[in-house]
């Protein structure tokens, strides 16, 4: 069976027909053909951030009318928390068209030409054109027909290189009105009228496309734009090199296979459904681009947060909504700084974009030092944004960074990376766990306004029971949309109950898993610092100081000093007020019940109580004289549970 979504999506010949939510299913799966597509991801697409709360037998309802279109109940199959649609090679229009420009990249011009003329051919209209206003394929139109406009231009150039391009000349002129900005096009628009013997026309496109681009993004046209305008003014068809024609000087036809174009990649993953709050934190990130919609200097954010904060959630949701300012591409890669799995090698992550931007694999060097190097070099004059995500160092960010104006770094890290804030004069956005207020609108985002509303305490425990950690508030919400039978308030019992860390789980997604998130932060600390952790997690206070820690683990306050910095370093306590030796931090709720359980499990009983005992028997001895302990101590907020310490 044949499914195509380069137009309107159809599958078989004639196309089954099928109503709107189907169909949306049928197109959502085939986004990511052969691969399990998440209950949660589908249901988004369906009924976007409020669901009913029929949603899960609906969208039974409506794999089973899918199944039913296609004839074949073998097409989508039902694993483990959600589904697979089974799609064989060459039957899904967009993997063919895929295959068709992969194949061309290599061959000579004349095969070029015809395979990107087969795979253009494809194409009925935009990419899900009966359902591109839906935001869940939206990524994934863009990135199709960004590869079609790629594949035109190399098309064209193929054309070019034969002589054909009075043929063209129409075809070209209207491919720049559609898209206006793309300056490759123009280049190749203007060899062609050149060829044609219609040089003033020629320059005319060029002036055109150079107040386009001043007026709407406040640029003037890039290097090879204006080495082809200049080599026209002089009668210099040297210029075709530099638009990749192949059968050019600088490329004899007879050799060498069509250029790949310069690539404008797109990579940034679909935004967070429902992200609610951050204000102050875009508008720091804001701050980082031109007012005027000019092109930026080459700046650094480092955005730093605990595990859970919603770190990347951020950067991605604030990447989307500037993508316009960096028109030469959007790269990203997660360089795991805290997986299990081996952290991802700046060697790996640049050759990763090295190849987004359009670099052949066997031309990509094989030491870090010389990747760096041509990773500049290939962005050097690019307005690109680069979201690194999860860095677990300073050490891994630098090779990654540009070295030019008009690119923006963001790097998301449990490490507050002080390195980049001292060398390269990155900025830092720190986030904290959610206010009440932000908490609570998550919820109402997730959950729906009428059951947040129907149980207002409820929910309210609910966010606090959760350290308002958007990791777990979204995991206790995917729970209750799991479970609409179940009330918020019944929810709540449960984990109050019970042990909020085994709970805060989605089960079979051991990364969903708040327990599990914590575990890799905690495994990059050093045996003092996790002690010291441990420790801190015994005690039902969240005020403490620098002596009351060294107290605590009986440790000289210089070495508590040390393991309390790695701690904050890894974002596992949190300042209240000032850092540093005169200052007060604890932890939040959920880290203080993991630390905690993670003294049963490390520490013998002995050792245990021979640390309450210490910090108890000092902060009555301190309190006992005039002066407090530290500036500001009032003393333990939870005078009933400090009883149980001895």
Same mark, same amino acid.
């Given at each position: 069976?044949?499914?195509?979504?380069?137009?309107?999506?159809?599958?078989?010949?004639?196309?089954?027909?099928?109503?709107?939510?189907?169909?949306?299913?049928?197109?959502?799966? *085939?986004? $990511?053909?052969? !691969?399990? &597509?998440?209950? +949660?991801? /589908?249901? @988004?697409? %369906?009924? =976007?951030?409020?669901?009913?709360?029929?949603?899960?037998?609906?969208?039974?309802?409506?794999?089973?009318?899918?199944?039913?279109?296609?004839?074949?109940?073998?097409?989508?199959?039902?694993?483990?928390?959600?589904?697979?649609?089974?799609?064989?090679?060459?039957?899904?229009?967009?993997?063919?068209?895929?295959?068709?420009?992969?194949?061309?990249?290599?061959?000579?011009?004349?095969?070029?030409?015809?395979?990107?003329?087969?795979?253009?051919?494809?194409?009925?209209?935009?990419?899900?054109?009966?359902?591109?206003?839906?935001?869940?394929?939206?990524?994934?139109?863009?990135?199709?027909?960004?590869?079609?406009?790629?594949?035109?231009?190399?098309?064209?150039?193929?054309?070019?290189?034969?002589?054909?391009?009075?043929?063209? *000349?129409? $075809?070209?002129? !209207?491919? &720049?009105?559609? +898209?206006? /900005?793309? @300056?490759? %096009?123009? =280049?190749?628009?203007?060899?062609?009228?050149?060829?044609?013997?219609?040089?003033?026309?020629?320059?005319?496109?060029?002036?055109?496309?150079?107040?386009?681009?001043?007026?709407?993004?406040?640029?003037?046209?890039?290097?090879?734009?204006?080495?082809?305008?200049?080599?026209?003014?002089?009668?210099?068809?040297?210029?075709?090199?530099?638009?990749?024609?192949?059968?050019?000087?600088?490329?004899?036809?007879?050799?060498?296979?069509?250029?790949?174009?310069?690539?404008?990649?797109?990579?940034?993953?679909?935004?967070?459904?429902?992200?609610?709050?951050?204000?102050?934190?875009?508008?720091?990130?804001?701050?980082?681009?031109?007012?005027?919609?000019?092109?930026?200097?080459?700046?650094?954010?480092?955005?730093?947060?605990?595990?859970?904060?919603?770190?990347?959630?951020?950067a991605v949701h604030w990447a989307h909504r500037v993508a316009g300012r960096f028109p030469d591409g959007q790269l990203y890669v997660n360089l795991r700084g805290y997986d299990r799995a081996l952290p991802m090698r700046?060697?790996?992550?640049?050759?990763?974009?090295?190849?987004?931007?359009?670099?052949?694999?066997?031309?990509?060097?094989?030491?870090?030092?010389?990747?760096?190097?041509?990773?500049?070099?290939?962005?050097?004059?690019?307005r690109i944004l680069v979201l690194l995500d999860n860095a677990g160092s300073a050490e891994q960010v630098r090779p990654l960074l540009p070295g030019t104006p008009g690119c923006l770094v963001l790097v998301t890290s449990?490490?507050?990376?002080?390195?980049?804030?001292?060398?390269?004069?990155?900025?830092?956005?720190?986030?904290?766990?959610?206010?009440?207020?932000?908490?609570?609108?998550?919820?109402?985002?997730?959950?729906?306004?009428?059951?947040?509303?129907?149980?207002?305490?409820?929910?309210?425990?609910?966010?606090?029971?959760?350290?308002?950690?958007?990791?777990?508030?979204?995991?206790?919400?995917?729970?209750?949309?799991?479970?609409?039978?179940?009330?918020?308030?019944?929810?709540?019992?449960?984990?109050?109950?019970?042990?909020?860390?085994?709970?805060?789980?989605?089960?079979?997604?051991?990364?969903?898993?708040?327990?599990?998130?914590?575990?890799?932060?905690?495994?990059?600390?050093?045996?003092?610092a996790r002690r010291v952790f441990r420790l801190l997690g015994l005690v039902p206070c969240d005020d403490f100081d620098l002596r009351s820690a060294a107290v605590l683990a009986a440790m000289a306050e210089q070495e508590?000093?040390?393991?309390?910095?790695?701690?904050?370093?890894?974002?596992?306590?949190?300042?209240?007020?000032?850092?540093?030796?005169?200052?007060?931090?604890?932890?939040?709720?959920?880290?203080?019940?993991?630390?905690?359980?993670?003294?049963?499990?490390?520490?013998?009983?002995?050792?245990?109580?021979?640390?309450?005992?210490?910090?108890?028997?000092?902060?009555?001895?301190?309190?006992?004289?005039?002066?407090?302990?530290?500036?500001?101590?009032?003393?333990?907020?939870?005078?009933?549970?400090?009883?149980?310490?001895?």
């Amino acid at each position: 069976m044949d499914f195509r979504v380069l137009g309107p999506v159809e599958a078989g010949s004639p196309a089954t027909r099928l109503s709107p939510k189907p169909l949306l299913l049928l197109a959502t799966l *085939l986004c $990511e053909a052969n !691969t399990r &597509v998440g209950h +949660h991801r /589908l249901v @988004e697409a %369906l009924w =976007g951030a409020r669901p009913p709360e029929s949603a899960a037998s609906s969208m039974r309802i409506y794999v089973s009318q899918v199944r039913q279109a296609l004839r074949d109940d073998s097409r989508i199959v039902a694993e483990r928390g959600g589904y697979r649609i089974r799609i064989d090679p060459g039957e899904l229009d967009s993997h063919e068209f895929e295959e068709l420009v992969r194949q061309a990249a290599s061959a000579d011009p004349a095969t070029a030409g015809r395979l990107l003329g087969e795979a253009l051919r494809l194409w009925r209209g935009p990419a899900f054109a009966d359902l591109e206003h839906h935001g869940s394929l939206s990524a994934t139109a863009v990135r199709l027909e960004e590869l079609r406009v790629m594949a035109t231009e190399q098309w064209v150039a193929a054309e070019l290189g034969q002589g054909r391009h009075r043929e063209i *000349l129409t $075809e070209l002129q !209207t491919l &720049v009105r559609a +898209h206006p /900005l793309r @300056e490759r %096009l123009c =280049g190749l628009l203007m060899l062609a009228l050149y060829r044609s013997g219609r040089q003033a026309e020629a320059l005319e496109a060029y002036a055109r496309t150079g107040a386009l681009l001043a007026e709407e993004l406040g640029v003037d046209p890039g290097p090879e734009l204006r080495r082809v305008y200049e080599g026209l003014l002089r009668g210099d068809e040297g210029v075709a090199a530099d638009l990749g024609i192949p059968g050019s000087a600088a490329a004899p036809a007879a050799q060498s296979p069509v250029p790949v174009a310069p690539a404008v990649p797109r990579e940034l993953p679909a935004p967070v459904p429902g992200f609610t709050g951050r204000q102050a934190a875009l508008a720091a990130l804001d701050r980082l681009l031109p007012g005027d919609g000019a092109s930026p200097p080459m700046a650094i954010s480092a955005i730093a947060g605990a595990v859970g904060v919603g770190k990347t959630a951020l950067a991605v949701h604030w990447a989307h909504r500037v993508a316009g300012r960096f028109p030469d591409g959007q790269l990203y890669v997660n360089l795991r700084g805290y997986d299990r799995a081996l952290p991802m090698r700046p060697l790996d992550a640049l050759a990763g974009f090295l190849l987004a931007l359009g670099v052949p694999r066997e031309s990509i060097p094989g030491e870090v030092e010389s990747a760096a190097a041509r990773f500049r070099s290939v962005v050097a004059g690019r307005r690109i944004l680069v979201l690194l995500d999860n860095a677990g160092s300073a050490e891994q960010v630098r090779p990654l960074l540009p070295g030019t104006p008009g690119c923006l770094v963001l790097v998301t890290s449990r490490d507050r990376l002080t390195g980049l804030l001292a060398r390269e004069g990155a900025s830092r956005v720190t986030l904290g766990v959610l206010s009440q207020d932000g908490a609570r609108a998550l919820l109402t985002e997730a959950l729906g306004p009428s059951r947040v509303e129907a149980e207002p305490g409820a929910t309210g425990e609910l966010a606090e029971l959760c350290g308002r950690l958007p990791l777990a508030l979204r995991i206790a919400t995917a729970y209750l949309f799991d479970h609409p039978g179940q009330t918020i308030a019944d929810y709540v019992h449960t984990l109050r109950t019970g042990d909020p860390m085994t709970a805060l789980a989605i089960s079979g997604e051991p990364d969903a898993a708040v327990r599990a998130a914590f575990d890799l932060s905690y495994g990059t600390l050093d045996p003092a610092a996790r002690r010291v952790f441990r420790l801190l997690g015994l005690v039902p206070c969240d005020d403490f100081d620098l002596r009351s820690a060294a107290v605590l683990a009986a440790m000289a306050e210089q070495e508590a000093a040390g393991a309390v910095d790695r701690l904050a370093d890894a974002h596992l306590i949190e300042w209240h007020g000032a850092e540093g030796r005169g200052g007060r931090f604890g932890l939040h709720d959920l880290l203080r019940r993991y630390a905690g359980g993670l003294a049963r499990q490390e520490d013998s009983d002995a050792e245990r109580a021979a640390a309450r005992r210490r910090l108890f028997t000092w902060t009555r001895e301190t309190t006992s004289t005039e002066a407090p302990p530290y500036p500001g101590y009032t003393g333990c907020p939870r005078s009933t549970a400090c009883r149980q310490w001895t």
